[in-house]
């Protein structure tokens, strides 16, 4: 990803946070979107400038990537972290935030895209996207299940000038902000622990370097998909799991 140009959306915290360092340290140039000033340490990280913008802003779209364009360059990707977090009417906040933010700006920035090396557009999921999460709203469903379905339409629609959409699906992941939660909560971050085929939690890191895999010109023909990440997590079949946790014997219904 060096000499690269990567825009990301809401790359203040969590996985957008992290992907911002990673491109840095690989020599990239990146424009970095968010609602709040950048932190003291990230303000003077390489190649990276910042673009303090509200996305639900009707002409945001535009300003955001003339902005990007004008300081960095023309585009190589897009990353898409953002998420509705303030308050009002979920519904509506919801459609702006994950929804018309991620049109507008892929819209504006299509004409900006290099004619050298990937060009790519990666957005953010959930897990909620294909499972119903009971602690989340309807609308945070709605949102993800359709931020899916853009990438298909967009990886179809800008197939033709070399544009690769793709996005992730992530499971619970140890952010940052989110860790001492957790630690504090040692029980549950245990039968995480117990639910994931891999034996733990991911990480915000980790779910970077998946979605700087997708920029990259190493997924050069991938295109449209959704790729989960969650340690292995949706694998499973719910009734197996609940036998295994209670300590049920696990032959019961098996042939001898």
């Not at 700006?105 to 990937?118: E, R």
């Not at 897990?127 to 949102?143: C, D, K, N, R, T």
């Not at 946790?245 to 219904?253: E, F, H, P, R, S």
């Amino acid at each position: 990803m060096k000499d690269t140009h990567v825009l990301v959306i809401g790359g203040t915290h969590g996985g957008g946070r992290e992907l911002v360092k990673l491109l840095s340290a690989c020599g990239g140039r990146i424009s970095v979107v968010g609602r709040r000033e950048p932190r003291e340490d990230d303000a003077v990280l390489p190649g990276v400038k910042f673009i303090q913008a509200d996305i639900t802003d009707a002409e945001s779209g535009a300003f955001i990537v003339d902005s990007a364009v004008s300081a960095n360059g023309p585009l190589n990707g897009i990353a898409f972290f953002q998420r509705f977090r303030g308050d009002g009417d979920d519904w509506e906040k919801e459609i702006a935030v994950s929804l018309t933010a991620t049109r507008d700006i892929i819209d504006a920035a299509v004409p900006h895209f290099s004619t050298d090396g990937p060009k790519s557009i990666v957005a953010i999921s959930s897990i909620a996207g294909q499972f119903v999460a009971s602690e989340q709203p309807l609308s945070y469903h709605m949102g993800k299940s359709g931020i899916e379905q853009i990438v298909r339409y967009y990886a179809v629609t800008l197939g033709a000038q070399g544009i690769r959409v793709n996005c992730v699906r992530p499971g619970s992941v140890l952010k940052e902000e989110s860790k001492s939660f957790y630690y504090e909560n040692r029980p549950l971050m245990e039968l995480y622990e117990k639910l994931t085929p891999l034996g733990r939690m991911g990480t915000s890191e980790e779910l970077a370097k998946v979605v700087r895999f997708l920029l990259s010109g190493d997924a050069s023909f991938v295109t449209g998909q959704t790729m989960t990440m969650d340690g292995g997590v949706s694998l499973q079949w719910p009734e197996g799991l609940c036998r295994e946790l209670a300590g049920l014997n696990m032959d019961v219904t098996r042939k001898k």
